[in-house]
């Protein structure tokens, strides 16, 4: 099995910045790649950025600029840094890892940004 849990939500005026993290731990072996997902009220639940074991970064055209995703392989975490947030960035962020065929999911964590 495998655990993830997100932090660092919270609530922030239009503009401002938070950092979001993800602590994984449990049976975590080999390849695996983490990403972060958002899901906004009334929206489906949409990619937002990804990073591979070696690297390989891809963001949505929405946040492509703005965020900036990292990993610490040697602690199984990844961040999230989230500038220059706006209102359409409200949404509820989880973590995944996706290890081959399997996806593990956190709980997610809370971002409002007020206007």
């Known amino acids: 099995q495998v655990q993830l849990v997100e932090s660092g939500g919270g609530s922030v005026q239009s503009g401002a910045s938070l950092r979001l993290s993800c602590a994984a731990s449990?049976?975590?072996?080999?390849?695996?790649?983490m990403a972060w997902s958002r899901e906004a009220p009334g929206k489906d639940r949409e990619l937002v950025a990804q990073i591979s074991s070696r690297g390989m970064i891809r963001y949505s055209d929405s946040v492509k600029g703005r965020f900036t995703i990292s990993r610490e392989n040697g602690q199984n975490t990844v961040h999230l840094q989230m500038n220059s947030l706006n209102v359409e960035d409200t949404a509820v962020y989880f973590c995944?890892?996706?290890?081959?065929?399997?996806?593990?999911w956190g709980q997610g964590t809370r971002v409002i940004v007020s206007s």
């Open positions: 449990g049976d975590i072996f080999g390849i695996y790649n």
């Open positions: 995944k890892l996706v290890a081959g065929i399997n996806e593990y």
